[in-house]
Every structure is written in C-alpha cells, then in structure tokens.
C-alpha cells in the first residue's frame, strides 16, 4: 500500500486527498484549522500534528495551499515541512504559485536534503472531485515518478514540464490563452448582439464548428443569461495575464493581443467586476 | 421526388450537389465550365443550358458561386437567373458574398417576381462532401421550408436568421471570433516556446482543459511543423476581420481584442503570408 | 488685380473668401442661401447667380463647401460648376472630402476641358480668418503655381503633394497622429489622476518638455476642466481614423496603436460623446 | 554663499554641479572615480574622500547616480550617506530611481535623523549643461524649499508633487505618453511612405499645426534619415512603458492605447533594437 502525505485540505485539497484514500492508498494529513480533516480522517487519514511530522513521516508529501502566503508559511514557518524534510524524502507543492515563490520553497526543500516538485493544477472544484485534474508538473524527475501513482489517482492528464518554474509558466500560457479566447468570445457576442442576431443563435453556430469547446458552451449561455457567478473570478484572470504579459517581456516575446485583452480585463475590475466571473469582461464590452 | 436546381459546381458546389442526387432528389445542373457537370450528369442530374434554364424549370435552385463577382454574373447576366425567375420560384444564394451583394441580388429577384434567401456556410470542403454544414440562412421564410429537404442533405446545422444579409453578418461575428481565437493561441504557443516549454506539452494541455477544441487540435500541430499549407487562405481571413470590425464601426460596437487581431493579420499579409493558412500569423508573432 | 472665384461661404469659406478681398483681389462669389453672400459683397465682391456663372467668369475658382454631397451637387448639379468649366479654365476644390469623391469631380472636370486642383486644409475657424491655414494640394500643377497668389492670402503652409486624392490621403495621416497623440495624452491625464498627481502639475510637466505643443496646452486645460464643447468633434475624428486604418488595410501598413486608439474613439462614440469634441475620449478612458 | 553637496559626477551629475559652481555656491564633491571630480576641483569645488564626509559637512546634498544599484551603494554603503546624515541634514536625490527604491533610501535617511526628497529629472545631457531641466521633486517640504537655490542653477522647470513615490511616478506617466506620442508619430510616417506621400512633406503639415512638438521636429528628420543613434535608448523607454502600465494595474486604469505602443516597443526590443534611440521603433512598424 502507498503511503503518501497530504497538507492543505480546502476545497481542491480535501477533493484531492479523499480520492487518494479511497484509492487505498495510506495518508497521513494536516490542516490549519482541524475540522476540515474530520472528514479526511472518518475515511481512514492518520492525522498529524504538524506540517514536520506529515513530512517526516512519509516518503512523498502532496501539499495543496491557498495561496503563495500560505504555500510559504507551511514551509519556513515553525514546525514548518523545512524541519520534516531531508533524507531524500519528496516535497511535492500543488498549490498555485508564482514562479518566483515556487523556487523559493524548491531550493529550500534541496538545501535541508530534500526533494521537491512543483505540479500547479489545471481545473477546479469538480475535476479535484472526480480526478481529472491536469498536473503540470516540475522539477525532481525520480520524485515525479514516486509521485506518480498518487497524480493518477488525482488528474486525467500527468506531464513533467522541466526544472522547477516550468509548471508555473506553462499555467500563466494556458490562461492567458484562455483569458484572450473569453475576451475575442464576448466580443463576437456582443457585435452579434448590437448587430440584430440572437445570442442564441450565435452560440449554436459556433458550437456546430470547429472552435467549439466546453468553455464556449458553458459560458455562452451563462453570458447570454446575464449570469456571473464566480467559477474562475476575473481578478485572477486578470492577474494571470498581467504576469503572462511580464513573462513576454522577460523572455522577449510581444503580445499585441493578449495585453489588450488584458487592459479589457483590468477595465472590467476596475469597473468593480473583479470578484464575478471572469465572463463578466462582457459587461465591460457591451456598454 | 424532389426537384431542385443547382447552379455552381466548384469543390463546394459539385459536393453539394452529390449529396442531393444521391438522396435521390431530382436536380438540374448548370455550371459555367460544363466538363465540370460531366461526373454529376453520370451519376443522374439533368444538365441545363443557361442559369436561366436552371430556375424556369424547378421550383427551388441553389446556388454556389466562387465570389460576388460570380454571383452577380449567374443572376444580371445574359440567360442568367433574372430571365427565368417569376411566379413565386425560389432562388437560394450559398455563395459567400458581403451583405450588399446579397441584397441587391435578393431584391432584383423578388422584383421579377421571384422568392430569395441567402444561405452562406460555415465549412470547407470536407463538411460538404460529407454533408455536415452549417448553414446560415436569412430571407424569405416559406423559401426556407421548402428548400430545408435540401438543406437537410447538404448541412448538418440548418439555421434561419431574419432578413437578408444577416446571413453574411453571422459569418462576420464567427469568423472574428475564429481569428480572434487563433492570434491568442498563436501568442500562447509563442510565449510558452521563447520561455522553454515544449509546443507538444502546450498542446497537449490546452487539448486536455475546457478551451479543447478542433481547431486547436488541427491546427497546433501544423504550426508546431511550421505546415501552413492553405486551408483558409489568411488573407480571407483578414478580409473577414476588416469586415467584421467595419460592422462594428456601424452598429457603435467597439473591438479592441479583435481589432488588435485585425492588425495581426494585415501584418502578417503585408509580410506576403496572406495566401498560406490563416495560421501562419504565427509566423508573424514569433519573429 | 487678380480675379478669382469663391463658391461656398460657410464659416471657413467667408473668412478665407475675406482675406482674399482684403488683400485687393477680385473675387466673385456665390452660396447657396443668397444672405451669407451680402457681407462679403458689402466688402466689394461681386456677386454671380450660380456656380456655372462664376467658374465661367474667373480663371480660377475655389470651392469650400461642407461636405462631399454638397461638393457633389455645386460640381455636377444643375447650373453647376461642370457647366461653366472649360477652356483650360480651374476649378481648386478645398472642401474636405474623401479621396474618391475628389477623383469622380476632378476626372469630370477634366472631361470638359477645366484643369482640377483638390486643396484641403488643416485648420479651423481662427486660422481661416487669421489667413493660416496649412493647404494640403494635389492635382495640376500650373493649377497649382495659378491659384498660389490666393493660396497665399488664405494660408501660411502651402504644399503641393501629387495626384489628386494625395491631398485627402495627407490629411487622413496627419488626423491619426492627432487623434493617437490624444488618446496617449488622455490615458497619461487619467493615470496620473488615479495615481493621485495633480493634473495641473502633469500639464506643466509635458508642457515644459520636449512634447510641449500648442494641442497639449489648450486641450490640457479644457480637459482638466471636463469641458468638451466641440472644437473638432468626436464623431469627425473617429472617422477619419476608421479611414485613416482602412488606408492602411489597402496600401498593407499595419497600425497597432492607432487602431488601438480608434477602438477607443469608437467606443466613446458609442456612450454618446460623438458631438463632443474628439477631447471628451478622456471621459471613456477615465471611467 | 550657499553650501551643498554634491554626490555623482558623470554625465548629468558634472554638468549639474558645474552649474552650482558657476553660480557660486560653495560645493563639495565626490565621485566614485576620483578623476571626475579634477575639473570640478579645478573650478572651485572642495573634494570630499566619502559621501558619508558630504553629508556631514553641508547642510543639503545632491546626489545623481546613474542607476538604482549605485543609489543603493552611495546611500547604504561603507563610508555611505547613511553614516553622515543626522541632525536635520538633507539628501535630495536626483537619480532616475524606481519608487520603490527611493522609498527604501528615504524612510532609512530620516531614520538616521536626515531629511529626504527625491527629485528625478526630465531632461538630459543638454538641458544639465544649460540648467533648463525639469526637476520632479517629492517629500520633505521644507527640504524642497531649502534646496530651491539650489534647483533653480540647475532647472528651468521645478516642482513638488507630494510625499515620496510621486517623483518616479510623474516621470513614468510622462514617459508613457511620449512613448505613445512615438508609436503613433512613426505609424504616421510608415502609414504616409507606403500611401506614396513624401516624408519631409508629413513633417511639414505635421510641424505647422497644432501638433507641432520639438520632440516631433528633432525625431522626424532623424527617422527619415534612418539615424536611430541613442539619445534615449529604446529599452529604457520599453521600461517605463512597462512600469507605467504596471502603475495603471496597481491603481485601476486601463491603458489600452498605451498597452499597444508597449507592446511595439516590446517587438522592437525583442527585435534587437533595444540600445539604438527609441525611435527606433519605426522599424518594427514599417517592416
């Protein structure tokens, strides 16, 4: 039986760990504030005191955090994974993090004798709970393959990208990709819209060719009725490509039209529409 | 049986024709170089002299010309579809053509007396031999019913618009949409290559998320060949986003992304690509 | 003395028509409501009974008028400049028309036997009275070298730029740097605002640099000030840049930042500051 | 007589200096390179062997470092500012500095006891030598006032936008709209050579209108001349460009027409052109 560590049990995380149990395999947790690992430990999780004691206790630790603060305060803070690790034993960071953050935490995992991957995830709430999330993994290659039979349990698609920085770049590509198909959709719509055709109509049209995907199909009837409940909130699309953008001029790459979609995004959350739904750049667009 | 009539028997035309004679309808033919018409003969169409011939004989024609130009010769010129047109027949207009072609067709034809639908398609060649297009129809509506035995066997997505020229306008909105789409995944493929990410993981992880599209899927990996062999010549292409943006000029829509996009590709014509695919604007990224 | 025709005497036309009678030429002249004609005959010019008789009274003649269906109507309606052209006799159309419009006039012109000059200007009420304005010349050049004594009274930049229509075609260019210099300028105003910089310091700032210039100075303040009454209105801006990107479309010069800044025009046009002056894109900027 | 300080003798810096020497201030000196100083010292001025021993001995000292690293060093090195400063002494630096940088150098100075203003310029080599800069100052008031005498040697133009930060700000928004300004002034000229209207004839109309800039009048020639020597490389432009639009992140406003010029002078980095003037841009615009 495979023995693995999982700390951060929010939303995605808990998601994450219950299909390794159910999978069979052992899991020893943590979570900030207790409760949220009763669930976890009703199933079958041994539960640790801290952070050190998951690492220090299983060969490869998963660790799924809110945010850069959190992925940093579990790592250097006391009793953090820093005083577990060593030994050669895995640090695997699934939480989204900017690059910079990610190595960081990698080079100080290394230095305590560690190993340690980054695996950024694409997909939210519902592939975490059906294990069909997309892992873009890098950094340890043997770690990579340790971690593997825990990633199967939890994504439909595995890729090792690199050394660590590399799963957090190829994230802010894909977004930004997705961020500018929104922007090009919403505008297709809403010329569509000032131009007499029915919404409905164009959202079958182009749900009959070959651009069509989930995400035109789920938005587009959500954009048509006016709905922008938060799945993806447009503050954080906003910011992914904002570091897209940062990322071109880095590496010497232009990017005429994602740094518009950009400033459609950034005209959207300054409008006040930061928290909604990052569809809700049409509203910015139709006024 | 029934009998319709098809004038225009390019790629497009000769396919969609086939797909009426092998349904078993009764058509008449007309194309204007007549050793095109020879394979649909075989096979048990009946050949006409004149477009003019064509529409006096059945009660509903399609039609499938290369360009306005074309259009406006088959309908204006002499023996042409004017001639023959009057008590109520039909004469229904697939070709590609801009909303004013159309409606100066549209209104000669119900002037003699006639009936007239625009019916512009989305899909090449491909969709027509197989029988699954999007048709994009506006006009009169009785037209539409009784033309739709036909359309049944030529299209797989059968749509009525309104008035003459929303047709055209619909294929303005999708195809923007469809550039716009292509400049923010051609940026995404060229960010993630200058910043060391693989072009087959990119792929491969937009191909595994809610963006996952045919398009993508065809077209990623012919750029990642650098195959920009022409299937929808850019030039065309950027035709339809000028268009597209004019229209937006006209109904007070503005369009930053695609506008952003239109320029994209007016680079990458100026750059002497506008006969290769519309997705050698890639080229015009990267360099 | 020289003599010279004057057709069109709206607020530009009378007060360049002015300058020519101040300076002692004789000028006959001729509009279409008869009571604007009486000041300037008051002044001594003499007055004729329609565009026929002054073109056919005077070697040379200058039109202004409003728009390109007024320049249409004077040239080819009845009693119109066509009639009275000939024998080598010009006509110096000033109006500000499109480059095709110009054309069509210029070849029928020519057709009877006149010589054509189109002459647009830069400049609006103050430097028509002042007599400096900026003529913007192209078409015949002994046309050009004749009607200079004129020039000269109503202009202090006179240039000769080619073929007909190069004239329209320089003043499109020029109005696109102007309308992209405004938009850089309103998001430089807005930013700094936002930033918490105190307009007026950021006024003094450009104004004491090397980007000082006279449009800066008095819109600066006017802006500052949200005063937007119609210098050059908003609607008249955004469309010789819809013009100035469509040029660009034809002759395959890609224009990024001044579609960028048309878009914005656009979409101040459609909040309703068309009326405006072109300045009032601050208030789509800011909001 | 007045005493200062003066710390930073290169380009800027020596001219700067001079002129308070000329004017007949009492003035010490130090730079990093002692050869510098000579002809300072030859003029009048008194050598100091550490910028700790500038501060120490005069009541206000200037410093103009060449970049954020050298501000850094001078203020917190051995022998540094930091070490003289106290007892109400002055720093003013003119440096051209990121704010954060000044903000760190300023809350460290009156830690020490000191009072801090920074004061970046706009304007290079030939305004110092001429003492006509602008001189963007920010912070301590009653340091501003005391340095006045000292500002008006070197600056036509000098001014107080508030607390520490705003200096660097005011020099980025107006960076930002001569960015812009250049975008759209090389468009213009790529626009009208392919439309066939001569270059000089544009910078005529261009230069006698409302427009008309020495920025414009200095570069246009030049472009046409294809002379892109660096007076203001093209890479710090994209820089400030880049800051900019980070600025308007950070306070909410979009910057779609300066987001597009960004991303030009981006391409023109990217294509090699980064140390040539920024007017090199119209390279990348006209291929």
Redesign the interface.
């Known amino acids: 039986m495979q023995k693995f560590g999982f700390i951060g049990l929010g939303i995605m995380g808990s998601a994450m760990a219950k299909n390794l149990v159910k999978a069979g395999c052992s899991v020893t947790i943590w979570n900030r504030s207790p409760e949220k690992a009763e669930e976890l430990a009703a199933l079958g999780a041994e539960r640790a005191a801290t952070p050190c004691e998951v690492v220090e206790s299983c060969p490869v630790t998963f660790a799924m955090l809110a945010d850069p603060a959190a992925a940093e305060e579990v790592c250097f803070g006391k009793h953090g994974v820093l005083e577990g690790i060593g030994e050669g034993r895995g640090y695997v960071d699934m939480s989204t993090v900017d690059p910079a953050t990610s190595q960081r935490i990698g080079v100080a995992v290394v230095a305590k004798g560690g190993r340690f991957l980054e695996a950024p995830v694409?997909?939210s709430k519902k592939p975490a709970e059906d294990g069909t999330l997309?892992i873009?993994a890098a950094g340890d290659r043997n770690l990579y393959d340790e971690a593997m039979p825990g990633f199967e349990k939890m994504g439909?698609?595995i890729?090792h990208?690199?050394d660590v920085g590399?799963g957090a770049?190829?994230k802010l590509?894909?977004n930004?990709?997705?961020g500018?198909?929104m922007?090009?959709?919403c505008?297709?719509l809403?010329?569509?819209e000032?131009?007499?055709?029915?919404t409905d109509?164009?959202l079958?049209?182009?749900g009959?060719?070959?651009?069509?995907?989930?995400?035109f199909a789920?938005k587009g009837g959500l954009i048509r009725d006016r709905n922008f409940a938060p799945a993806f909130p447009l503050k954080h699309m906003q910011k992914d490509l904002?570091l897209?953008v940062?990322?071109?001029?880095r590496?010497?790459?232009?990017?005429?039209?994602?740094?518009?979609?950009?400033?459609?995004f950034?005209?959207a959350?300054?409008?006040g529409f930061g928290d909604e739904d990052f569809s809700a750049i049409f509203k910015t667009?139709?006024?």
């Open positions: 694409s997909g997309i873009l439909k698609k890729i990208l690199g590399k770049e190829m590509v894909v930004m990709v997705m500018g198909m922007a090009c959709f505008e297709g809403a010329l569509g000032k131009a007499g055709l029915a109509a164009i079958d049209v182009i009959a060719g070959a651009m069509a995907n989930p995400m789920l904002r897209a940062a990322l071109g001029d590496v010497g790459q232009p990017l005429v039209a994602s740094a518009a979609a950009n400033e459609l950034k005209g959350r300054a409008a667009i139709e006024r």
